[in-house]
Nanobody, 124 residues
Framework: QVQLVESGGGLVQAGGSLRLSCAAS?????MGWFRQAPGREREFVAA????????DYADSVKGRFTISRDNSKNTGYLQMNILKPEDTAVYYC????????????????????WGQGTQVTVSS
């Protein structure tokens, strides 16, 4: 079992930046970020392959967010720039314990471990 601990959330003005971190207690393969706003379903934000060789982003964040990982530290990151009020949500880090298909990286059902969530609030 792998524990995921998130940090870096907070309150920021529109146009600002935040960097989220996800520290894992052990090895992980695909890592992803999802978010859930009040009254909305959880949605895919970004994902990264086990070796960092490929990344994917939701259209709504492409060009503004960057996902990365440092396997020597068992830590994943989500750099969020040019934040918009529409980005306000609870952000969750997720990880797979083994290899998963490319298609499954976009679905919450493809992941085995989840962080506790961190609140990101973007003011106008």
């Amino acid at each position: 079992q792998v524990q995921l601990v998130e940090s870096g959330g907070g309150l920021v003005q529109a146009g600002g930046s935040l960097r989220l971190s996800c520290a894992a207690s052990g090895r992980t393969y695909t890592m992803g970020w999802f978010r859930q706003a009040p009254g909305r379903e959880r949605e895919f934000v970004a994902a990264i392959a086990w070796n960092g060789g490929s990344t994917d982003y939701a259209d709504s964040v492409k060009g503004r967010f960057t996902i990365s990982r440092d396997n020597s530290k068992n830590t994943g990151y989500l750099q969020m720039n040019i934040l918009k009020p529409e980005d306000t949500a609870v952000y969750y880090c997720a990880a797979a314990r083994t290899f998963i298909s490319y298609a499954n990286r976009f679905s919450s059902r493809g992941y085995d471990y989840w962080g506790q969530g961190t609140q990101v609030t973007v003011s106008s």
